[in-house]
């Protein structure tokens, strides 16, 4: 016996005999006390912000393929809850997302990529729940003012007329609608917009608040109109626990955003916990994970914090993490609307560390059980700080009563988490293991997670492997021609500004469209100018080229192309790189950095509107400079600091500005190109030297 368990335990099962031998800890699962709270969903955020750029260009196929593993209900993470921003033209943390309204006076629903996504998760499974939420908002929305608030109606109507836009162009539903990412909310908006929601037929659609701390609970102590309206406090990074005043508050309690953890073996630890011990310790209903999918450019801030991670269009390689079958032991075998049994009868904490959680379905006729035992510190989020706990391997037994009494058999998933090379065990398909005598016996070891379920559902989805990985293409152009209207340009990564393509006559072009600094959520956008970034963060000697157009009617002051962008996100504000910017007064600037306050050099364009080309070479130190394939300037002893970064395009100013025929090379077609420009004799060199100036 005790040889035959040692072995089930090298292979990781560790699924005891079912002997009527009781040994270790009692765990009670009984449906008799009823139910105390209904569960509402594990769920992945895409946005806040532009967390899934990368994901919308990648080859259809294996695009499918990574939403299957998102959203097919018993394939992968089978997700019950899609949150997404409401883009609102702000950086919003790895990229901004265009607004339906990027002016008080237009309104477009094919902005963006994630009605895309609400449709492709749709499809999959038609019951998930749909949650909107804003980070940041166009500036008119402030009606003069950077407070959102200012006018509760003219912000409550923006908001619904999203929701109504999602009705009526695209036939969706959203369940939730939240006020504020993580910023102050306002109760008089709050109430604003619940009676806008009820006034255009949107009684169903659920308020969410305040998808920041627990602060709102006591508004809603206070203010009994206000209780009644909203249907869940959703807060975020809880670290499991909520305070009794919640509890007690008669609201659903959610994590409406958790997790933001690399998802290596420790991230899918921190799920696998979080997800159990968000009810286990705080009675939270929904989890939901920041983000849905990393698909983002690596070095932009929270690289790989999501389920998945899917980042070269270009090559199609993508990954399944850990995290993405920690989601399917709950999600596969659950649905919303199914009911967590009480504390004591089946859910709580194991007596030498872990937790458990039982949910049985409405009829009562189906049970899952969720066992995690995940140590300290293979578990850690990457907030809040973790306290200190023990996990010892131990026995239990699984002791079914109430109406699961009758239950003779469990299908039994299993994940052994595996640190230090050894490659993890994740959802497992382990069998059935009986009942005998009305209980089961578990032998628990470290870093473990078992689903037993009356389900027999579960499918662990798989496809080939996919493409091998490949840095991104040089030399890259982009005519825009095969762009989708209205849509972001494919691979170009918007920081601050909104960018879309348009057409006039047969020429399809992209357009900087922000007339105004947004309502913001970070200080991106203190630097002033739209910034859109492309490539690779380790380029070092690259070519840069755009063709550009700047509108007469509220055009912006100039445009840049650059090279060695060292930042991304929030602090993008700070950026520092290569900048050459061509401004409409008809100079051209080079600077160290995107808020040209450390300019290189400057001098004056040739006169005349329309398009033109700007082009930027840089080579170890030295920078050619053209406009209109004629030579500008050299420039030699360029600041040496970043040494690598992104390739971008951007705007001077906020304001409209036209882009064409992007195209970005390594030196070798970099030295090709500007050897045309600078035909001999070359321009006399203009020697940079910084601590000169
Ligand atoms: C079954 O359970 C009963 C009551 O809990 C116990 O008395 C009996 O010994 C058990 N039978 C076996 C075979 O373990
Ligand atoms: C669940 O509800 C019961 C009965 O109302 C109550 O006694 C118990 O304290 C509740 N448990 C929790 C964890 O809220
Ligand atoms: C708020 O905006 C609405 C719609 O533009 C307007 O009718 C109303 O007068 C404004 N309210 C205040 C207090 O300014
Ligand atoms: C257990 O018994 C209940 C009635 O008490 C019945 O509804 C249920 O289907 C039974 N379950 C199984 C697994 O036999
Ligand atoms: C960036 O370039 C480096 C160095 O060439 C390479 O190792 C890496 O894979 C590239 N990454 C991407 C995202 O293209
Ligand atoms: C330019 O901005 C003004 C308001 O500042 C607006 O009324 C007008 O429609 C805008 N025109 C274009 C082409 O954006
Ligand atoms: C154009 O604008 C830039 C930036 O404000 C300024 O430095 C430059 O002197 C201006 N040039 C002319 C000719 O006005």
Not at 75 to 103: P, R, Y
Not at 300 to 322: C, H, K, Q
Request: charged content about 15%; glycine content about 10%.
């Amino acid at each position: 016996m005790w040889e035959l368990r040692t072995i089930e335990c090298l292979l990781a099962a560790c699924l005891v005999a079912t002997v009527g031998v009781v040994s270790g800890a009692v765990i009670v699962f009984d449906d008799t006390p009823g139910s105390n709270r209904t569960f509402d969903g594990i769920g992945g955020l895409s946005g806040g912000g532009a967390t899934s750029k990368l994901l919308v260009n990648y080859p259809e196929t294996l695009r499918n393929e990574i939403l299957d593993f998102l959203f097919l209900p018993n394939f992968g993470a089978s997700l019950q809850i899609l949150k997404v921003e409401i883009g609102g033209d702000a950086q919003s943390t790895d990229g901004t997302e265009a607004s339906h309204m990027h002016n008080s006076w237009e309104e477009n629903y094919l902005r963006g990529y994630e009605w895309w996504l609400i449709r492709e998760a749709k499809l999959r499974n038609p019951n998930i729940k749909l949650y909107g939420l804003p980070w940041g908002f166009p500036g008119w929305v402030g009606q003069g003012t950077s407070n959102p608030y200012t006018n509760a109606s003219v912000l409550a109507d923006y908001v619904v007329r999203w929701v109504l836009g999602a009705q009526q162009v695209y036939n969706q539903k959203i369940d939730y609608i939240g006020i504020w990412n993580e910023r102050n909310y306002d109760v008089n908006y709050i109430k604003t917009l619940r009676s806008t929601l009820d006034k255009r037929g949107f009684q169903n659609t659920l308020i969410v608040a305040a998808d920041g701390g627990w602060d709102i609970v006591n508004d809603i102590q206070k203010d009994a109109q206000l209780s009644a309206i909203i249907y869940a406090v959703g807060v975020h990074y809880p670290g499991t626990n909520s305070p009794t005043s919640a509890q007690t508050s008669g609201h659903a309690l959610w994590a409406s955003e958790d997790f933001s953890t690399f998802n290596d073996e420790v991230g899918a630890g921190c799920w696998a916990r979080i997800l159990n011990q968000n009810y286990v310790n705080g009675l939270m209903t929904a989890t939901i994970s920041w983000n849905l999918i990393a698909s983002y450019y690596p070095s932009l801030p929270f690289f790989r914090d999501g389920l998945m991670t899917a980042i070269e269009p270009w090559s199609g390689n993508y990954a399944v993490n850990s995290p993405i079958w920690v989601s399917a032991h709950t999600t596969q075998f659950t649905s919303v609307g199914w009911k967590y049994l009480q504390h004591g009868s089946g859910v709580g904490k194991l007596p030498n560390g872990g937790s458990y959680v039982g949910l049985y379905s409405p009829t009562r006729s189906d049970l899952t059980i969720i066992i995690e035992t995940m140590t300290h510190d293979h578990s850690l989020c990457i907030r809040p700080s973790l306290p200190p706990y023990t996990v010892t391997p131990q026995d239990v037994t699984i002791a079914l009563k109430g109406d699961f009494a009758n239950i003779t058999a469990l299908n039994v998933w299993f994940t052994q988490l595996n640190f230090g090379g050894t490659p993890s065990e994740t959802f497992i398909n382990k069998g059935q293991v009986q009942v005998v005598n009305g209980s089961v016996q578990l032998s628990l070891g470290l870093d473990q997670i078992y689903t037993l379920t009356t389900l027999s559902g579960g499918v662990k989805g798989s496809y080939p492997p996919p493409p091998d990985s490949k840095p991104f293409p040089l030399p890259y152009s982009d005519d825009f021609e095969s762009s989708t209207l209205f849509q972001e340009p494919n691979n170009l990564a918007q920081q601050t500004g909104s960018f879309e393509v348009l057409k006039f006559g047969s020429n399809q072009f992209i357009r900087q469209m922000m007339l105004s600094a947004p309502l913001t959520w970070c200080q991106a956008e203190k630097v002033g100018k739209a910034i859109n970034i492309i490539g690779n963060s380790s380029w070092e000697d690259l070519y840069v080229e755009v063709d550009f157009q700047l509108p007469a009617v509220n055009g912006s002051t100039g445009v840049f192309v650059a090279a060695r962008i060292n930042n991304g996100g929030c602090p993008v504000n700070s950026a520092l790189g290569i900048f050459l910017f061509a401004l409409s007064n008809g100079t051209y600037i080079l600077a160290n950095d995107a808020a040209r306050s450390k300019v290189i050099t400057s001098g004056r364009l040739p006169p005349g509107g329309g398009w033109h080309k700007l082009s930027l070479f840089i080579q170890e130190e030295v920078a050619y400079l053209a406009y209109d394939e004629q030579p500008l300037v050299i420039v030699v002893g360029i600041p040496s600091k970043p040494s690598s970064g992104f390739a971008g395009i951007g705007t001077d100013s906020f304001g409209l500005a036209d882009f064409d025929n992007l195209y970005i090379a390594g030196s070798k077609d970099g030295i090709v190109k500007m050897k045309n420009y600078f035909r001999q004799p070359l321009p006399q060199p203009l020697y940079f030297h910084p601590e000169q100036k």
